[in-house]
């Protein structure tokens, strides 16, 4: 639940929903929407500011796109943790599908 998470929390998961959009809108043709949020991770104690976001396609079509963002951020003694995971699905806008006959 957010209300658990770090106060940084919602800037991170705003972050990793905008990167993930990013991903989408380049990638399927118009508008986008999100459509489905299947999993949302947070970890505590990191500054958004140190953090770094990743994303790819898992399931990509003409019409939908599934996008898996992770942010890590440094850790103590070197190497970087897992801040953040989580997988969102966008899908065009309704009025902008095109269906085969």
């Known amino acids: 639940m957010l209300s658990n998470a770090p106060i940084s929390g919602l800037d991170l998961m705003a972050l990793m929903a905008d990167t993930a959009a990013a991903w989408a809108s ?4 118009g508008g986008v929407r999100l459509s ?3 999993s949302f991770r947070l970890a505590e104690g990191f500054a958004v500011d140190d953090v770094e976001v990743e994303s ?11 996008v898996s963002v992770f ?6 003694g070197g190497g970087r943790r897992m801040a953040g995971s989580g ?4 899908t065009t806008l309704p009025s902008e599908r095109k269906f085969r006959a």
């Open 36 to 38: 489905a949020c299947e």
């Open 71 to 76: 942010a890590t951020a440094p850790q103590q």
């Open 26 to 29: 380049a990638r399927l043709p």
């Open 87 to 90: 997988r969102f699905t966008f």
């Open 56 to 66: 790819w396609a898992v399931v990509e079509d003409r019409q939908a796109v599934t």
